[in-house]
Nanobody, 115 residues
Framework: QVQLVESGGGLVQPGGSLTLSCEASGSRFSIYAMGWYRQAPGKRRELVAVINSGGTTNYADSVKGRFTISIDISKNTVSLQMNSLKPEDTAVYYC?????????WGLGTQVTVSS
């Protein structure tokens, strides 16, 4: 079993920055990809950014140029640097991990962008 623990959420003003981090732990596993998804109230969960073990990234169009995802395979961690935050970025952000055979989710961390 794999556990994902997110950190770094909070309240920030529009135009501000936050960095989310997620650490994976548990029984033996091999990371294929890790990423971040978000879910705003009344909306479906959506992709924010993903990165595979080789460093290839994919971003939602709404965050391109503002968010940067990075991964440290040796530490089983993925981070999301979020700049120029907008009120519409407000959501619960979930960390995800995919191995070759399975997928896992964290419990989520709240990000609120408001003045």
């Amino acid at each position: 079993q794999v556990q994902l623990v997110e950190s770094g959420g909070g309240l920030v003003q529009p135009g501000g920055s936050l960095t989310l981090s997620c650490e994976a732990s548990g029984s033996r596993f091999s990371i294929y990809a890790m990423g971040w998804y978000r879910q705003a109230p009344g909306k479906r969960r959506e992709l924010v950014a993903v990165i595979n073990s080789g460093g290839t990234t994919n971003y939602a169009d709404s965050v391109k140029g503002r968010f940067t995802i990075s991964i440290d395979i040796s530490k089983n961690t993925v981070s999301l640097q979020m700049n120029s935050l907008k009120p519409e970025d407000t959501a619960v952000y979930y960390c995800s991990l995919r191995t070759v055979v399975d997928g896992y989710w964290g419990l989520g961390t709240q990000v609120t962008v408001s003045s």
